[in-house]
């Protein structure tokens, strides 16, 4: 008994190891799908069935993006793993590559063979230096084990990849300037179309997804589609991981069947930290719009659920606000960040965004005018979906959406020059 102990605690320590992951039937997918010759149509319509949707904050659906590569096309194609991981508030994929890299090699492996990709890289924010550690360890045990190379397991299918390492550029998780990223060229999104699917690395096709959504698809096609779509429900198929954040008892990353009532999953939490009120919710990651916490509670986790609230899932980065938070000052640093971020490619982003951080810190600091609540809508108006990327979008809506629900603090900021919550003053 105590060896059998001994021997699963030595499996906990090292669960990234191929060892450990083989024992618990990994790889076997990728096997019998080579073995076996699979079609990579009939794999297409298990992901479609499955409803997986995207789980890096756009949530398209993995079936249907992989159905526009043009399989039988002639020369290079790519499969590109975006884990830049860079949305403030979300901690999930630097999980699954520090404790998991295994499954996420399989799944890109199987993508590499469902849409004739021979070649496959990872995107990975250079900071995350533990999880590239276990990540490379992880492709170099593949690789010395015939799971990654020429010629898999008979196969006649070639399949190998890469880790590159990006520097800490947030516009980067942009899928096309990750592309230029990797190309050596400064991180800027590129104009579409064309789309990835037909131009995309070095000009080749090439499919991107996330560490999550490519992690999720060795239990598809083992279990089929239709058991993975059962976990969640219609149009939000599976399990979903949320990194809960902000004012928790205990913040972490929580894995639950899409479509559970916000209330349980801020219960697995601890609840709110130190019994206060919950005053807010940020549910997908900063570029989400803001959620007043009654209406959250009445929330499902699930793409549709927090659509019909006003904001969206996103990556699943729920930062949770409790009643001691001024609305003012959260924003001035949200709206500062994505100053600083703007690759500066796009007009009404470059000038939008600076505009709207300089805005807020006026009136965080006490120096606001009645006019700049209008001024601030009308900015954030201009800028949303007049840009290359969603960058411009992402700056936006937290500040529409504050001013929506939180507009009395603003207001309050500006007659009296001074936080509303316990009428801290203003400092500066």
């Known amino acids: 008994m105590a060896n059998d102990v001994c021997f699963r605690l030595n499996h906990l320590d090292r669960s990234w190891a191929l060892a450990v992951y083989r024992d618990q039937h990994g790889y076997e997918v990728l096997e019998q799908v ?36 043009q399989r039988g096309a002639p020369g290079q194609k790519y ?15 630097r999980d699954i590559m520090r404790y998991n890299p295994h499954q996420l090699i399989e799944g890109m492996a199987l993508a590499g063979y469902v849409i004739g990709a021979t070649r496959g890289y990872v995107y990975l924010r250079g900071e995350f230096w533990e999880p590239y550690e276990r990540l490379q360890g992880a492709i170099e045990e593949a690789r010395a084990a015939g799971l990654l190379g020429s010629n898999l397991l008979g196969s006649g299918f070639d399949f190998d990849l890469d880790i590159h390492l990006g520097a800490g550029a947030y516009i980067c998780g942009e899928e096309t300037a990750l592309l230029e990223s990797i190309e050596g060229k400064k991180g800027q999104p590129r104009y579409k ?70 209330a349980e999953l801020l219960e697995m939490a601890g609840g709110v930290l130190g019994g206060r009120r919950l005053k807010a919710v940020i549910p997908g990651g ?76 006026r009136i965080e600091h006490g120096q606001g005018r009645a006019e700049d609540l209008d001024l601030l809508d009308s900015v954030a108006g201009n800028i949303g979906g007049r840009t290359i990327c969603a960058l411009g979008d992402a700056a936006a809506m937290p500040v529409q959406s504050f001013l929506k629900h939180f507009r009395d603090e603003f207001e309050y900021h500006i007659e009296h020059g001074r936080c509303m919550v316990g009428a801290t003053p203003a400092h500066g």
Not at 43 to 49: A, F, G, Q, R
Not at 221 to 245: A, C, D, M, Y
Not at 298 to 321: F, N, Q, R, W
């Open 34 to 69: 080579l073995r076996e010759q699979r079609d990579p149509a009939r794999l297409i319509d298990e992901l479609k069935t499955s409803a997986l949707r995207g789980r890096g904050g756009a949530g398209f659906p993995t079936g249907l993006k992989w159905s526009f590569m």
């Open 79 to 93: 499969i590109v793993c975006n884990a830049d991981e860079g949305e403030p508030g979300t901690c999930k994929d």
């Open 193 to 262: 179309p064309p789309f990835p699917a037909s131009y995309g690395l070095y000009g080749r096709p090439t499919t991107i997804n996330n560490v999550e959504t490519l992690a999720s698809v060795p239990e598809i096609i083992r279990h089929g589609g239709q058991w993975f779509l059962e976990l969640g429900k219609p149009n939000n198929g599976g399990t979903k991981i949320f990194s809960v954040s902000g004012h928790v008892e205990r913040p972490g990353n929580y894995e639950v069947p899409l479509g559970t009532p916000f």
């Open 286 to 361: 900063s570029s989400t719009p803001v959620v007043p916490g009654e209406r959250m509670m009445e929330v499902t986790m699930d793409y549709d659920g927090i659509a019909k609230a006003g904001s969206m899932l996103g990556a699943g980065s729920v930062i949770v606000i409790d009643e001691t938070v001024c609305m003012v000052r959260l924003l001035a640093r949200l709206s500062h960040f994505y100053y600083e971020e703007s690759c500066g490619q796009c007009t009404p982003c470059r000038e939008g965004t600076g505009w709207l951080a300089r805005v807020v810190h």
